[in-house]
C-alpha cells in the first residue's frame, strides 16, 4: 500500500470548514484513499473513501486529485465532537497500514 | 445494533499467565482483523481472517495467536503475555473479504496491561 503523508496538527474554528490535507504521491491504480478518525482512545470510526472520483456523505466530503498525488477532506461545519485524530490510508489489499494521522482540535 | 464487541475493557494481568480477548461481530461481516496502538507507534495490524478457518499475519504477529472457527468470532490469544504485549487493542471487521473496497468498523478497544 502507497504511503501517506499528512501535517502533525492543525486547529480550526468552531462552524467553519475543517480542510484536511493527504498526500499519497506513489499511490497505485488500484488503491483506495480511505478516511478515518479516532477520538480520544476509541475505536477509529469510518468517514469516507474514494478511488477517483470525489466523494461526499453525511459527514464529510473527499476531494481526490486528477493524478490522485493528493486529496482533501473536507469537514464542512466542524463542531467541537469532531476534535480527533484524522488518517488518511491508501489501500488495495488486505492489510491497513495507519500512520500517524493529524491531530485536528476545533476550537470554540 | 450492529456493532463489534471486545472484552474485556480493561485486562491487568502477570507475565506467562494465557489470556484470550474475545471479538465478535453481528453483522455477518467476513474480515476480521486485529490491531494494536502504541504511543508514538500508531495503529499496527496483529492478525487478519477472510473468511471461517482463513487466518493471516499482519505486521505484529509474534507472541499472538488467532482462531475463526465461526464467522461472527475472531479471538486473540495470548500463550504467553510479556509486558512488552502491554497496549491497547482493537478488534475490526468488514462487510467484504476484499477490505480495499469496505469500509472496517472497529470495537472499542481492550486495555491490556501486563506486569
Known amino acids: 500500500d502507497a504511503k501517506t503523508t499528512q501535517p502533525t496538527s492543525m486547529d480550526c474554528a468552531e462552524g467553519r470548514a475543517a480542510n484536511l490535507p493527504c498526500n499519497h504521491s506513489?499511490?497505485?491504480?488500484?488503491?483506495?484513499v480511505y478516511w478515518y478518525r479516532q477520538i480520544h482512545s476509541q475505536g477509529p470510526q469510518y468517514i469516507i473513501h474514494?478511488?477517483?472520483n470525489n466523494e461526499t456523505n453525511e459527514m464529510a466530503s473527499l476531494i481526490i486529485t486528477e493524478d490522485r498525488k493528493s486529496s482533501t477532506l473536507i469537514l464542512p461545519h466542524a463542531t467541537l465532537r469532531d476534535t480527533a485524530v484524522y488518517y488518511c490510508i491508501a489501500v488495495a489489499g488486505n492489510k491497513l497500514t495507519f500512520g500517524g494521522g493529524t491531530r485536528v482540535l476545533v476550537k470554540p | 445494533e450492529a456493532q463489534v464487541t471486545q472484552n474485556p475493557r480493561y485486562l491487568i494481568t502477570v507475565t506467562g499467565k494465557k489470556l484470550t480477548v474475545t471479538c465478535s461481530q453481528n453483522m455477518n461481516h467476513e474480515y476480521m482483523s486485529w490491531y494494536r496502538q502504541d504511543p508514538g507507534l500508531g495503529l499496527r495490524q496483529i492478525y487478519y481472517s477472510m473468511n471461517v478457518e482463513v487466518t493471516d499475519k499482519g505486521d505484529v504477529p509474534e507472541g499472538y495467536k488467532v482462531s475463526r472457527k465461526e464467522k461472527r468470532n475472531f479471538p486473540l490469544i495470548l500463550e504467553s503475555p510479556s509486558p512488552n504485549q502491554t497496549s491497547l487493542y482493537f478488534c475490526a471487521s468488514s462487510l467484504l473479504a476484499g477490505v480495499y473496497n469496505s469500509p472496517l468498523h472497529f470495537g472499542n478497544g481492550t486495555r491490556l496491561t501486563v506486569t
Open positions: 474514494g478511488l477517483k
Open positions: 506513489t499511490i497505485s491504480g488500484n488503491e483506495y
